[in-house]
């Protein structure tokens, strides 16, 4: 029986681990082609570099602002994030504590919302914008993805029904205001989901292309994602180069994955995320 | 007098406690109204409109909008393609995820990279992944796929120049991208039912066929419903994959409909024609997503 199953775990390691392999390839064949000239590229994709070949990186960084880019992208990002979760928990912790007809109501309003796809409010967006000027900005930008704290305050707000009442009324009767209990209180409590909503706010926020591609033209104001995307055209033969950028541009994503993998995990089964 | 005052202080205290409550929504009322309610109203009146975005003169055009949507060859192209990226993609994704799912939680050797590569195509933004495989499927000889093949006295095929297999391969890059993503959700759950559901059906001599079958599926159809929704309104709603691997071409053979939307509104200044197209656009995700979680809770409850 043992051999029979230690037998079955062997093939299943060998099965998967092919799998994997291929299922991988992409990234390999990105990574080991940012160590070869054009030349080694084009004869075999695949194979390894014959020797250690690093002018693609001091290409990519003499042609392409990917600092620019980089902060552009840190700003839009953080910014974002930062006041979605505001907004998200600060509406959360006012329906809790004042359930009245209104904010039921209001409650169901932003759920019919939370089910309009952007694409259908994208162009009335798109001229209002342009008609205070924010169009080509990266304020602009924060703007449109502040209507993601919808989907912040839903799952906050799941989160928060679960903070124990009676700490919010010990610290009322001790005087504390309601934006002190908000501040000092409710917000500590509600770490946890506040660090999970953030982390796929984040993901969201970093790898979007279609609000860039629509919003932004001048190239001082390219999020990373857009940057890759107009560095197609400007690296359509030099392949190389190319694939050096994404790999640059792919860096802070890893770093960010390996660091916030339990929470990614963790937020994906707490109710299936990411809209 | 004393007593007046008090109520009339006990009233104030009462009020500005409310004030101060329904304060905490104000900023949420605010995207709410600005992000959604007028524009989804600028959305409806423009579809029926001529409006074409810069002169102040529009004229009241009724349905003409809404028949364009449904005739124009470029915009049913567009309705075509999305349904079968979001179908397809639906259910490629849940027949392969749900026995990777499977695997992924036997014990074997290298068990934690494997599940790291197989989740991480979901790490990075699709559409640097979309513009990475659109050098890998280059039709030319130099594309990486086509290097390969030629090897072997194959090809070149042309991956992204023929429409069908444009299409084919746009939805393949996308489950490529999905499954492992999928997988770990449904890992998730099948690592939630109990183990001696297992013991006691292996005495009863149940095969591990009629164990999947009859304990595994069974209880997986919430995670179903969850994975489902995600990977049927994510596919109406792609724009990024297709739009970096392919443009939407060759022709409009993957132009998806928020591509159609934002060319017709942004790129030729039709916003009558496109915001018809939005409000349609909105009217098939609803109806879908309410179906499907129709379906699901009644699936749910049959299971339970």
Not at chain 1, 50 to 68: A, E, K, R
Not at chain 1, 235 to 242: E, G, L, M
Not at chain 2, 236 to 259: E, H, R, S
Request: net charge positive; with cysteine.
């Amino acid at each position: 029986m043992n051999a029979v199953k230690r037998r079955g775990a062997i093939l299943t390691s060998i099965v998967m681990l092919a799998l994997a392999v291929v299922v991988g390839l992409p990234f390999y064949y990105i990574v080991v082609n940012t160590l070869k000239t054009q030349r080694e590229t084009a004869i075999a994709p695949l194979g390894l570099p014959s020797s250690l070949y690093l002018d693609n990186y001091l290409t990519v960084f003499q042609t392409v602002p990917i600092l620019q880019s980089f902060l552009n992208t840190l700003y839009v990002t953080a910014i974002s994030v930062v006041l979605m979760l505001l907004i998200g928990s600060m509406a959360a912790y006012g329906m809790i504590m004042r359930k009245s007809h209104f904010n039921r109501w209001f409650g169901i309003a932003l759920l019919l919302a939370f089910m309009v796809p952007f694409q259908t409010t994208l162009i009335p967006l798109y001229q209002a914008l342009a008609g205070i000027h924010m169009v080509d900005t990266l304020n602009g930008l924060i703007a449109m993805y502040s209507a993601g704290s919808i989907f912040c305050y839903f799952l906050i707000q799941g989160y928060m029904r679960t903070v124990p009442y009676e700490i919010i009324e010990a610290a009322r009767i001790d005087g504390c205001s309601t934006f002190g209990i908000y501040w000092r209180i409710v917000l500590p409590l509600i770490r946890p989901i506040l660090i999970t909503v953030g982390v796929f706010q984040t993901m969201w926020v970093w790898n979007d292309f279609i609000t860039p591609n629509v919003f932004i033209s001048s190239s001082g104001k390219q999020t990373l994602v857009l940057q890759v995307y107009t560095a197609v055209s400007q690296f359509s033969v030099n392949w190389p180069a190319f694939m050096t950028l994404t790999v640059i541009v792919l860096v802070p994503v890893v770093i960010f994955f390996i660091a916030m993998q339990k929470y990614i995990v963790k937020g994906l089964v707490s109710g299936g995320v990411k809209a | 007098m004393a007593e007046t005052i008090r109520t009339i202080r006990a009233r104030y205290e009462q009020w500005s406690g409310i004030v101060a409550n329904q304060l905490f929504l104000l900023p949420i009322a605010a995207v709410f109204l600005l992000l959604f309610v007028i524009p989804l109203g600028q959305s409806f009146f423009y579809s029926l409109t001529d409006f074409n975005g810069y002169s102040r003169k529009m004229n009241f055009v009724g349905a003409k909008n809404y028949f364009r949507a449904f005739t124009d060859s470029a915009m049913t192209a567009s309705l075509g393609f999305t349904f079968l990226y979001a179908i397809a993609t639906t259910l490629i994704v849940t027949m392969l995820a749900i026995p990777l799912a499977v695997m992924l939680d036997r014990k074997f050797f290298g068990r934690d990279f494997v599940r790291a590569v197989f989740f991480f195509p979901a790490i990075p933004s699709i559409a640097v992944l979309g513009l990475v495989w659109s050098f890998i499927l280059s039709p030319l000889g130099s594309g990486a796929i086509n290097t390969v093949l030629q090897l072997v006295n194959l090809g070149p095929v042309p991956w992204l120049a023929d429409s069908a297999l444009a299409q084919l391969s746009t939805i393949l890059v996308s489950v490529w991208a999905q499954t492992g993503w999928h997988a770990i959700l449904y890992l998730a759950y099948i690592q939630s039912i109990p183990a001696d559901l297992y013991e006691a059906a292996t005495i009863d001599g149940a095969s591990p066929r009629q164990q999947f079958f009859r304990i595994t599926l069974p209880l997986l159809v919430p995670a179903m419903t969850v994975s489902q929704v995600l990977l049927l309104t994510g596919g109406l709603k792609v724009f990024d994959l297709p739009f970096t691997l392919t443009k939407g071409g060759p022709g409009y053979a993957t132009t998806t409909m928020t591509q159609a939307i934002i060319q017709r509104g942004l790129g030729q200044a039709k916003f009558g024609e496109a915001s018809a197209l939005a409000v349609v656009f909105m009217l098939f995700v609803l109806v879908i997503v309410v179906f499907q979680i129709v379906v699901a809770r009644r699936l749910e409850r049959q299971f339970q």
